[in-house]
């Protein structure tokens, strides 16, 4: 990993996410590389990490300037902005770069048909917790893409959280899961705010504990052999309050709510694979 030259396209959401949390991981700055639209946010982001940053604004060669000697470069843009920028970056990698794609919806196919024959390339699906080193990030190997170079993307990933491997076909439930999942541990901590508020806390007071109970229960959950499930029946006396709680939540039907909210997240992705396929 000290030896690996990393190359980021883009330093928004995800890809700053892994950015930060790779440099907070103890990667020297001077290893690492971005790109961003305006010479703004590139002087910015340099400010605030140290990393070489180019800006497209003002430097038309500044993504193929990045990527020239890097060993993984890592696509962070839109996913419909993905393939062209393979192509614009194609004539300057390295035979032996392995790019990685950080966006959903782009399928393998499409991006080796946008890369140099028999570039390496790996599909991965992140999510932002990946900025406090705490991230859920699958990849994916193209199919040029050796034991050796898929080791050394799942050595920079995993500075910044838990990487599995997954085949292509099963990208779809990780988006659905960990991808958007994020969000959706936000939202529960949103409604649990605003549950404490109709039953009479201050806004603030309810933020606090709908807050920290989540985050908490978040810690409760980090050693490798805890189960959500059994951590669940654990506080659920028979007959008390929490047990009345998840009664009414099973009533209401909230485990098929998230998986209904799952499979819309994945559909969403399959119908992302179909437009950005680059045909």
């Known amino acids: 990993m000290s030896e690996t ?22 990667t020297e700055a001077g290893r690492v ?11 910015a982001l340099h400010e605030e990490t140290g990393v070489e940053v180019f800006a497209g604004e003002s430097d038309p060669e500044a993504n193929t300037q990045a990527v020239t000697g890097a060993d993984v470069v890592l696509l962070g843009v839109k996913p419909y902005a993905v393939l062209d920028l393979a192509r614009e970056v194609a004539p300057a990698l390295d035979p032996a770069t392995v790019v990685v794609s950080v966006a959903a919806g782009v ?36 199919e040029h893409t050796s034991a050796e170079q898929l080791a050394r993307v799942r050595e920079v990933l995993s500075t910044v959280g838990t990487v ?22 936000f939202y ?3 409604a649990m705010q605003q549950a404490g508020e109709r039953l009479g806390l201050d806004p603030e007071t309810a933020r606090v504990l709908a807050k920290e ?10 050693p490798d052999d805890a189960d959500p499930a059994a951590l669940r029946r654990a506080v659920t006396s028979p007959g008390g309050t ?11 039907g909230l485990r098929e709510i998230v998986a209904a ?14 437009e950005y396929g680059g045909e």
Not at 261 to 274: L, R, V
Request: aromatic share 2%; proline share 5%.
């Open 33 to 43: 590389r971005a790109t961003t639209r305006s010479a703004s946010s590139a002087e």
């Open 5 to 26: 030259t990393l190359t980021f396209l883009g330093a928004g959401s995800m890809n700053g996410s892994i950015l930060r949390g790779v440099l907070a991981a103890g």
């Open 107 to 142: 399928a393998l196919d499409a991006l080796q048909k946008a890369l140099p024959d028999g570039q390496p390339v790996v599909r991965c699906m992140p999510n932002t917790p990946s900025s406090v080193g705490r991230g859920a990030l699958s990849v994916t190997p193209g």
């Open 213 to 222: 109970t989540v985050s908490g229960a978040g810690e409760l959950l980090r």
């Open 261 to 274: 909210g799952a499979e819309a997240s994945a559909a969403k992705g399959d119908e992302m694979e179909k």
């Open 164 to 185: 599995v491997e997954v085949p292509e076909h099963l990208i779809r439930a990780v988006t659905g899961v960990s991808g958007s999942g994020p969000a959706y541990v």
């Open 242 to 252: 929490t047990e009345q709680a998840i009664t009414t939540f099973d009533e209401k």
């Open 188 to 190: 529960l901590a949103e």
